[in-house]
T-cell receptor, first 113, second 110 residues
Framework: AAGVIQSPRHLIKEKRETATLKCYPI?????VYWYQQGPGQDPQFLIS???????DKGSIPDRFSAQQFSDYHSELNMSSLELGDSALYFC????????????FGEGSWLTVV | EDQVTQSPEALRLQEGESSSLNCSYT??????LFWYRQDPGKGPEFLFT???AGEEKEKERLKATLTKKESFLHITAPKPEDSATYLC???????????FGTGTRLTIIP
């Protein structure tokens, strides 16, 4: 079965640079979520989209922005990167129509040096 | 504010030694309680969703139960491949986000 696809899997950036993470949800899923997981931490909710509209917002820094495109893929843009942004970033997707089970991708490792 | 507390933080069991993991929660109105398994450096792998008190779900050696205040993940006769961090999360009504607990790191010793 198709899963949530994230790219890139690993990314190294310098401080103050910009990074973009991409997410391709499971086909026919209408909701996309972004989570951040620091080392030894639990995943923290950043933002979600339902049918390409922002539906909920968590602890997402103002330096970060996200959007969902017409083909339902989503991108998380992170600017003015700080060392503390180093983390595993997960995308997840679900379908309100078929049960709301939330499936996660394998994550994108961001290292800021 | 929604809160999830998992215990114990870490658990070491001998292969075949059954046990239970606890997830205590407070939420404004529970839409769903989720259990995930996470291996190091990997994404959370979905296990179960429970929606109402009294509900139980099973999958292989795992069984999840739900009350109005807590959920248990029972593991029966575990094998080394069951070693992972088990995460519990709640989703309230009218809200998209999952609030996670800090997880239980389970180690099964052969």
């Amino acid at each position: 079965a198709a899963g949530v696809i994230q790219s890139p899997r690993h990314l190294i950036k310098e401080k103050r640079e910009t990074a973009t993470l991409k997410c391709y949800p499971i086909p026919r899923h209408d909701t996309v979520y972004w989570y951040q997981q620091g080392p030894g931490q639990d995943p923290q909710f950043l933002i979600s989209f339902y049918e390409k509209m922002q539906s909920d917002k968590g602890s997402i820094p103002d330096r970060f922005s996200a959007q969902q495109f017409s083909d339902y893929h989503s991108e998380l843009n992170m600017s003015s990167l700080e060392l503390g942004d180093s983390a595993l970033y997960f995308c997840a997707s679900s379908s309100r129509v078929s049960g709301n089970t939330i499936y996660f991708g394998e994550g994108s490792w961001l290292t800021v040096v | 504010e929604d809160q999830v507390t998992q215990s114990p933080e870490a658990l070491r069991l001998q292969e075949g030694e059954s046990s239970s993991l606890n997830c205590s929660y407070t939420v404004s109105g529970l839409r769903g309680l989720f259990w995930y398994r996470q291996d190091p450096g990997k994404g959370p792998e979905f296990l179960f969703t429970l929606y109402s008190a009294g509900e139980e779900k099973e999958k292989e050696r795992l069984k999840a139960t739900l009350t109005k205040k807590e959920s248990f993940l029972h593991i029966t006769a575990p094998k080394p491949e069951d070693s992972a961090t088990y995460l519990c999360a709640v989703q309230p009504f009218g809200n998209e986000k999952l609030t996670f607990g800090t997880g239980t790191r389970l180690t099964i010793i052969p």
